[in-house]
């Protein structure tokens, strides 16, 4: 999805409405080149000129982003113009095409719909007049579909995150969780879960105010992403507590990271960025645990970690109390 989102965030702002970026695939030379030049001599398209399909897909696998638009010739010698187009689309399907025509036959445009071009030009007198007046029209709508997908990804975004620290809100995270434990009981893979709080959070509030609270959550989701990995989830599950779920990750290995962690908010309080020493009681469970209530016994870790930290006892972290 995020690779997604980069495509339409991408087109949006490489996107000039002055100028357009065109790539023609024509095998007829002279009609190419007058192609070319009546659409530059109106100063808003700047046109590349192929007579091979193969040529074309190359450019669009090298860059996506090269192209505003492609004008690409129904009926090439030893090319079907439907399977180039499929395969532009398989490319990038943010890229419009516009199939080009000699065929003024219904079926013949039915075909071309059918198989995803934008629009379709048939060489007629008023050729080259419908040439332009189709790609504007094409852009256009183009432009208002990207912004589209644009505004229901960032509604998806508010629905699934927090809005204060930008990680998974509680719903979204139970559905990627669920996903995950699912996945390693499948595949018999290791996975771990760690319950985080914000210790004295009441005490950070009553001092300093509600906003300097807000800042602290703020703070710490910032460090956890920027210790975690892409792959980790990490979600808001109340207040002042977090969690993350790690696939493919042991006891150890959970371990490790999580004293990265406790080190980097060391390194963070140095700073004086905040008015107080930040500090986070964490519990972690993994499947050598078992699979089962992985969350539950993070949390009863996590407590037991925040109980002993209190009595001047605790390490960096709490696993899952061992049983006799």
């Known amino acids: 999805m995020q690779q997604s989102y980069d495509s339409i965030r991408n087109f ?20 190419s080149f007058l192609v070319k030049s009546h659409l530059e ?3 808003r398209y700047q046109v590349e000129t192929t007579n091979s399909g193969e040529q074309g897909i190359a450019w669009i696998q090298e860059n996506p982003s090269r192209f505003d638009i492609v004008l690409l010739d129904y009926d090439l010698p030893g090319q079907n113009g439907l399977d180039i187009l499929r395969r532009i689309q398989s490319i990038s399907r943010f890229i419009p095409v516009v199939l080009i025509t000699g065929l003024g036959s219904e079926s ?50 508010r629905a699934n995150k927090d809005f204060l620290t930008g990680v998974y809100n509680r719903h979204r995270f139970t559905e ?43 703070c710490i989701s910032d460090l956890l992403r920027q210790q975690l990995r892409a792959s980790d989830i990490i979600g808001r ?10 696939p493919e ?44 209530n992985l969350v539950e016994l993070a949390d009863a870790a996590m407590y037991r970690n925040k109980q002993a930290k209190k009595r001047g006892l605790a390490s960096l972290f709490e696993g899952p109390e061992k049983t006799q």
């Open 41 to 43: 001599a109106k100063g």
């Open 237 to 246: 599950f109340g207040g002042d507590e977090f969690i993350v779920v790690m």
């Open 12 to 31: 949006i702002m490489a996107s000039n409405p002055d100028v357009f970026k065109v790539l023609l695939i024509e095998d007829n030379l002279d009609h």
């Open 249 to 292: 990750t042991d006891k150890t290995q959970a371990q490790i990271t999580f004293e990265r962690i406790q080190n980097a908010l060391e390194a963070f309080n140095k700073t004086g960025q905040f008015p107080c020493e930040l500090s986070l009681s964490i519990g972690i469970a993994s499947s050598s645990d078992g699979y089962e």
């Open 176 to 218: 990627l969780f669920e996903h995950e434990i699912n996945s390693a009981v499948r595949y018999k893979r290791p996975i771990s879960v760690a319950m985080i709080d914000v210790d004295r959070f009441k005490e950070i509030n009553d001092k300093y105010g509600h906003k300097m609270g807000d800042f602290a959550l703020v």
């Open 108 to 157: 013949v445009a039915v075909e071309i719909m059918k198989a995803g071009a934008k629009d379709y030009v048939i060489k007629t007198g008023e050729y080259y007049r419908a040439l332009h007046i189709t790609i504007d029209q094409v852009m256009e709508k183009h432009k208002f579909e990207m912004l589209n997908l644009q505004l229901q990804r960032q509604l998806e975004e």
